[in-house]
């Protein structure tokens, strides 16, 4: 389970219910995550690149990493088949990335929006590179239940949620009027691969 905070938003829609009050933990139960405008767009675009990637025979994952003035920074998609390196996740890509050109300043004031939540291997590298928030649009969760909806392989990696690697990184998601778009996206993906 995600721990949400609360994100304001700039949208019309918005409505008593983002002032319910949070449990003693701050957790809040299944509510849809409300993000900017701009936040979705980055989203958005993170989905974007997880197609990307399906077309080009890899997972479809995708990330962005945008820096605290909300611009786009870095972006990439999946290319664990491609390279042939079942490391070469964008989480992880952005976290390299991030170290090589950020100073630990711009790394802990930015974001990282991404299509799946991230795997332990990649909320791992994201808190040794000390990168700030996280915004997924489906869980690692919800993945599992897809795979072993599909009769998919499972990852080899425990299935944590970030938290349980990472508990000091805010963390949003899933969102889930975008869960549906990727849940097809992976299922395009486990459904045309040849059974070994
Ligand atoms: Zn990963």
Redesign the pocket.
């Known amino acids: 389970m995600a721990r949400r905070t609360t994100v304001t938003t700039d949208e019309p829609t918005e409505g008593p219910g983002s002032e319910r009050a949070e449990g003693p933990t701050g957790e809040r139960a299944d509510e849809p995550v409300e993000l900017t405008a701009a936040e979705r767009s980055h989203l958005r675009r993170a989905v974007g690149l997880a197609a990307e990637a399906l077309a080009a025979g890899d997972e479809p994952f995708g990330s962005v990493l945008v820096g605290a003035d909300g611009r786009s920074l870095a972006e990439d998609r999946n290319r664990v088949h491609s390279l042939d390196d079942r490391t070469r996740?964008p989480?992880?890509a952005l976290a390299r990335w991030a170290v090589d050109h950020l100073s630990e300043r711009e790394r802990a004031a930015a974001t990282v929006f991404t299509s799946g939540e991230?795997?332990p291997?990649?909320s791992a590298a994201h808190g040794w590179a000390g990168l700030g928030r996280i915004v997924y649009a489906h869980s690692t969760a919800q993945l599992t239940e897809w795979l072993a909806a599909w009769d998919a392989p499972a990852s080899p990696v425990r299935p944590l949620a970030i938290e349980e690697v990472l508990p000091g990184v805010p963390v949003h998601g899933p969102v889930p009027d975008l869960t549906d778009e990727l849940r097809e996206l992976h299922r395009r993906f486990h459904q045309r691969r040849p059974r070994s």
């Open positions: 996740h989480e992880f991230h795997c291997m990649c």
